[in-house]
């Protein structure tokens, strides 16, 4: 299995560190807001990853945080007038529907940073005891950056380059820093803030360190995967490496992942220019695995563009396969309680050529793109090969190896019961009480039971209406 290692800028075989165990990270979302489309990219990409790599008989250890403290959830807490903890656990409950919605497994643990402060110490204490960070005078710990004389390796960035004078310090006030480039560990709290005690000033840790040492706690010194966005590289994955190789003496990560951008307009999507769609807005008008088929048919290095055409054809291919598999548990039901014939045995042999293909593709650094093509020429062949007169031993084996495919990707295709339209109609009224009663949990349980039958909603001005997918 080949992945793509930012930190080389090649593709290498991958050798875990232990035989048959994967220590993976992958940076979480800040949770002052719902997710959107752009974030449920890495949160997709990467479960897939982890999924193949199961599939490939590795025990995986996944790692993704959320981080629950940050001027954005500060800012929106101050907004609402509540504190940050009741902002935070709010947008963590409401990821984690859209992770169930969208079939993305949940993490083996999920840290917060909020409830790993004394890791941080620990680490910031090391830091400075190793002549790594220093403390200015109104308690500020920042790391020095030009101490760790490998600074740049991950984002092939030179330090001279980096450099923008002293000037600048003096301009936006950070002249109590040492050096330009040195960044934050630990800052002091300003009012209303939350803050926790430590030896240098009341404060907050910065957003590297959560990172480093939640790995370092969950998965150990060294790990092979670290992930998330390419957006991440500089600064947030460059100043991770510096803070956990010169504490911990040890390489961090050896392969480093990332996910290129979901764009709209060929635009990068983001919270901040305004132009994002929501998860949960999507999940308005398409089924969750339409989405998650979308963003699997690009190959994760490849920036993807959202627009209605794609999703269009994403709704189009997940159909093909959906109807493939509903036509085999048909066929199943009559066929011939029997092994495989000789003939079928010929085409069963040439049937999990597929398979072997499919497997070719994720091998070759996640190609998911290739692998569904796989799933599409397996697809073809069933819908020529499997016929009425099929044993069951055919039948059974085409379904399988499809639903195999499938479940690699996080692709639910199983056909499920159809609800009648009186049943709809009774979930939707027992929905509207649960909203008049403010038991908004209820009410987006039925949203998502109905969505995962294929029926979606839109509130409209005169009432609801439903349509199936
Ligand atoms: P954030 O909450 O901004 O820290 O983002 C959480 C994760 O989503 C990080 O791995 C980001 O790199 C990733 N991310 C944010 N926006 C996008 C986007 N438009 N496309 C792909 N990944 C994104
Ligand atoms: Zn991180």
Wanted: aromatic share 10%; with cysteine; charged share 30%.
């Amino acid at each position: 299995m080949k992945i793509y290692n930012t930190l080389t800028k090649k593709k290498e075989e991958f050798v875990p560190i232990e035989e048959g165990k994967v220590r993976m990270y992958v940076c979480g979302p800040t949770v002052y807001n719902l997710i959107h489309i752009g974030n449920a990219r890495p949160m997709i990409v990467f479960d897939t990853v982890r999924r193949y790599m199961e599939h490939k008989g590795y025990e995986v250890n996944y790692v993704s945080n959320f981080t629950d403290v940050d001027d954005k959830i500060i800012k929106k807490a101050i907004e609402e007038g509540v504190d940050s903890q009741t902002i935070s656990q709010r947008y963590i409950a409401e990821c984690k529907k859209d992770m169930e919605s969208l079939n993305v497994r949940p993490a083996t643990t999920h840290p917060l940073a909020t409830e790993e402060i004394c890791g941080m110490e620990e680490m910031i204490r090391t830091l400075i005891d190793k002549g790594h960070a220093y403390v200015a005078a109104d308690g500020t710990v920042y790391y020095r950056t030009r101490s760790f004389a490998e600074y740049g390796k991950l984002s092939h960035k030179n330090l001279d380059d980096l450099e923008g004078g002293k000037r600048s310090l003096l301009v936006s006030g950070e002249d109590q820093k040492e050096d330009p480039l040195d960044f934050v560990l630990w800052k002091p709290k300003k009012e209303g803030e939350p803050y926790w005690k430590s030896p240098w000033c009341d404060g907050r840790p910065g957003w590297h360190i959560e990172c480093s040492v939640m790995s370092k706690k969950y998965l150990g010194e060294e790990i092979d995967i670290h992930a998330g966005g390419e957006d991440l590289i500089f600064p947030h994955h460059e100043n991770e490496i510096a803070q956990s190789e010169a504490a911990n003496g040890k390489p961090f990560a050896r392969y480093w992942m990332h996910n290129a951008f979901l764009n709209i307009d060929n635009r990068k999507m983001s919270k901040s220019a305004g132009n994002f769609f929501t998860v949960r807005d999507i999940l308005q008008q398409y089924d969750p695995m339409v989405l998650r088929f979308f963003m699997l048919s690009a190959h994760y290095r490849s920036p993807l563009n959202f627009s209605a055409d794609l999703m269009e054809a994403a709704r189009n291919g997940l159909g093909r396969i959906r109807t493939a598999a509903a036509n085999l548990d048909f066929l199943l039901k009559n066929a011939r309680q029997q092994e495989r014939t000789q003939e079928e045995e010929a085409l069963w042999e040439k049937a999990k050529e597929y398979a072997a293909k499919f497997d070719e593709a994720m091998d070759d650094d996640f190609n998911t793109a290739d692998a569904l093509a796989a799933v599409f020429e397996l697809v073809k062949f069933i819908n020529t090969n499997a016929r009425e007169d099929s044993t069951a031993g055919f039948v059974k084996a085409l379904r399988e190896e499809l639903l195999s495919l499938t479940d690699i990707c996080g692709l639910i295709v199983e056909t499920k019961e159809e609800l009648l339209d009186s049943d709809v109609e009774a979930l939707i009224a027992e929905r509207q009480a649960a909203r008049k009663a403010k038991n908004f949990a209820r009410a987006d349980e039925i949203r998502n039971e109905l969505l995962q039958k294929g029926i979606l909603l839109e509130d409209t001005r005169e009432g609801v209406k439903w349509k199936r997918a």
